[in-house]
Nanobody, 120 residues
Framework: QVQLVESGGGLVQTGGSLRLSCAASGSIFSLNDMGWYRQAPGNKRELVAG???????NYADSVKGRFTISRDNAKNTVYLQMNSLKPEDTGVYYCNARVVDPSRYGRDYWGKGTLVTVSS
């Protein structure tokens, strides 16, 4: 089994910053693509940022220039640095990872989410 545990959420004022972390543990041979998604109340879950095992990144248009995704492969951890936060960034942020286990079987895993609230 594999666990993804997010941390770093909280309450911040407009214009503030937060750094989210997601650590993967368990039966891991390798981590492929990793990403951060968010879900605001009443909305569908949407991709915020993604990063490949080689470090290529992609971002939702709404966060480009403000958010930065990175990863530490030695620690099986992905980060999301969020700057210039806006009230519309409020939501539950979920970590996602494509995990390959020791039998070379790959599947997606999700964390339980961490709440980010941006006050106006």
């Amino acid at each position: 089994q594999v666990q993804l545990v997010e941390s770093g959420g909280g309450l911040v004022q407009t214009g503030g910053s937060l750094r989210l972390s997601c650590a993967a543990s368990g039966s891991i041979f390798s981590l492929n693509d990793m990403g951060w998604y968010r879900q605001a109340p009443g909305n569908k879950r949407e991709l915020v940022a993604g990063i490949t095992s080689g470090g290529s990144t992609n971002y939702a248009d709404s966060v480009k220039g403000r958010f930065t995704i990175s990863r530490d492969n030695a620690k099986n951890t992905v980060y999301l640095q969020m700057n210039s936060l806006k009230p519309e960034d409020t939501g539950v942020y979920y970590c996602n990872a494509r995990v390959v286990d020791p039998s070379r079987y790959g599947r997606d895993y999700w964390g339980k989410g961490t709440l980010v609230t941006v006050s106006s």
